[in-house]
């Protein structure tokens, strides 16, 4: 298994955008790379596991929501250099539209929060590098602008 810091290949993860209304989900993340700042729920791909089945198990496990993807949003790298210029973390992450088919909203022990944030708030939680950009555009796409 590759070792998520200092890997020596890019790691493949998933995100899962749930909009309703004009709020999206969002999970204070728990460790690190990013521990202690608001982002879009999601994790690392399994083998075997579908990009679909990854979404669904990475938000139902930080959330307790279950989702059904519905639209793919973003295709990004989030690159993370030491001190010295290393790389320290390497992910692809292939975020998709969701909607809720099910579950109780509550937060996983890999995340220290869970918020139901409306879109003209986004700016009072500490978000992620690129969050604001790809929920913006994930509204769009549902039809939320």
Same mark, same amino acid.
């Given at each position: 298994m590759t070792p998520r810091r200092y890997p020596d @290949?890019? !790691?493949l993860g998933v995100g899962g955008i749930v909009v309703q209304e004009d709020q999206v989900l969002l $999970?204070? @993340?728990a460790r690190e790379p990013q521990k202690g700042l608001w982002s879009i729920p999601g994790g690392l791909v399994? $083998? +075997?596991e579908t990009l679909a089945q990854a979404v669904r @198990? %990475? $938000?139902e496990e930080e &959330? +307790? !929501?279950? $989702?059904e993807p519905v639209r793919l949003v973003e295709v990004f790298e989030r690159i993370v250099r030491d001190g010295e210029g290393r790389v320290e973390y390497h992910y692809v992450v292939i975020d998709y539209l969701c909607k809720v088919t099910g579950g109780r909203l509550r937060p996983a022990s890999d995340v220290d929060g869970v918020v139901w944030a409306r879109r003209g708030e986004l700016g009072v939680y500490p978000l992620t %590098? +690129? &969050?604001v950009a790809v929920i913006e555009k994930a509204f769009d796409l549902a039809g939320q602008s």
């Amino acid at each position: 298994m590759t070792p998520r810091r200092y890997p020596d @290949r890019p !790691l493949l993860g998933v995100g899962g955008i749930v909009v309703q209304e004009d709020q999206v989900l969002l $999970v204070q @993340r728990a460790r690190e790379p990013q521990k202690g700042l608001w982002s879009i729920p999601g994790g690392l791909v399994k $083998v +075997g596991e579908t990009l679909a089945q990854a979404v669904r @198990r %990475e $938000v139902e496990e930080e &959330t +307790g !929501l279950r $989702v059904e993807p519905v639209r793919l949003v973003e295709v990004f790298e989030r690159i993370v250099r030491d001190g010295e210029g290393r790389v320290e973390y390497h992910y692809v992450v292939i975020d998709y539209l969701c909607k809720v088919t099910g579950g109780r909203l509550r937060p996983a022990s890999d995340v220290d929060g869970v918020v139901w944030a409306r879109r003209g708030e986004l700016g009072v939680y500490p978000l992620t %590098e +690129g &969050t604001v950009a790809v929920i913006e555009k994930a509204f769009d796409l549902a039809g939320q602008s």
